[in-house]
T-cell receptor
Framework: AQSVTQLGSHVSVSEGALVLLRCNYS??????LFWYVQYPNQGLQLLLK??????LVKGINGFEAEFKKSETSFHLTKPSAHMSDAAEYFC????????????FGKGTTLSVSS | KAGVTQTPRYLIKTRGQQVTLSCSPI?????VSWYQQTPGQGLQFLFE???????NKGNFPGRFSGRQFSNSRSEMNVSTLELGDSALYLC?????????????FGSGTQLSVL
């Protein structure tokens, strides 16, 4: 069975600092991996997705993630945090080729201070 | 292009009642998925409909059901409501339902069961 573990339910950084949100997955075969962001009172928005084309995936708003099969990880990074990055971030996995039926991690709330 | 529309935005019901939630996908999208979001369990996949057929199903009891109409609009029904059904219910749509497409989420319906 697939599962996703996000280490750290809450991460705090200063504006301009590196953002690192951790995600590890459990799967017998390489899955499709995603990062979504949820702003208060809004639905989820796709940041980026891994579909085996390249291990380093670039997404929107300056975020990127690297797929490491040996570590079963898909950590999300951004070189310089901005106040507008404050939100909840979810890592998700699926074996469904259509990219549906997502299994989500518990989420990590990112706080950015000035 | 209009986004995914969910109605109503808020709903209050009492235990034992039933409820129907509605989701209108982005025009042209044929896949509609439903997710339940709670503080304790996080985001959990309920089911997915594609061209009026249930294509994938999560691990929820039979009290949770759905359907999709020929215009791709979808409804989700929960019968015999329990306190634990209080949650934000999110709907997501995608295009043809193949090739690992991006999911577009609505803002959700907040259901409170008293």
């Amino acid at each position: 069975a697939q599962s996703v573990t996000q280490l750290g339910s809450h991460v705090s950084v200063s504006e301009g600092a590196l953002v690192l949100l951790r995600c590890n997955y459990s799967s017998s075969v390489p899955p499709y991996l995603f990062w979504y962001v949820q702003y208060p009172n809004q639905g989820l928005q796709l940041l980026l997705k891994y579909t085996s084309a390249a291990t380093l995936v670039k997404g929107i708003n300056g975020f990127e993630a690297e797929f490491k099969k040996s570590e079963t990880s898909f950590h999300l990074t951004k070189p310089s945090a901005h106040m507008s990055d404050a939100a909840e971030y979810f890592c998700a996995v699926t074996h469904n080729q259509a990219g549906t039926a997502l299994i989500f991690g518990k989420g990590t709330t990112l706080s950015v201070s000035s | 292009k209009a986004g995914v529309t969910q109605t109503p935005r808020y709903l209050i019901k009492t235990r034992g009642q039933q409820v129907t939630l509605s989701c209108s996908p982005i025009s042209g999208h044929r896949s509609v998925s439903w997710y339940q979001q709670t503080p304790g369990q996080g985001l959990q996949f309920l089911f997915e409909y594609f061209s009026e057929t249930q294509r994938n199903k999560g691990n929820f009891p039979g009290r949770f059901s759905g359907r999709q109409f020929s215009n791709s609009r979808s409804e989700m029904n929960v019968s015999t409501l329990e306190l634990g059904d209080s949650a934000l219910y999110l709907c997501a749509s995608s295009g043809t339902g193949t090739g690992n497409e991006k999911l577009f989420f609505g803002s959700g319906t907040q259901l409170s069961v008293l």
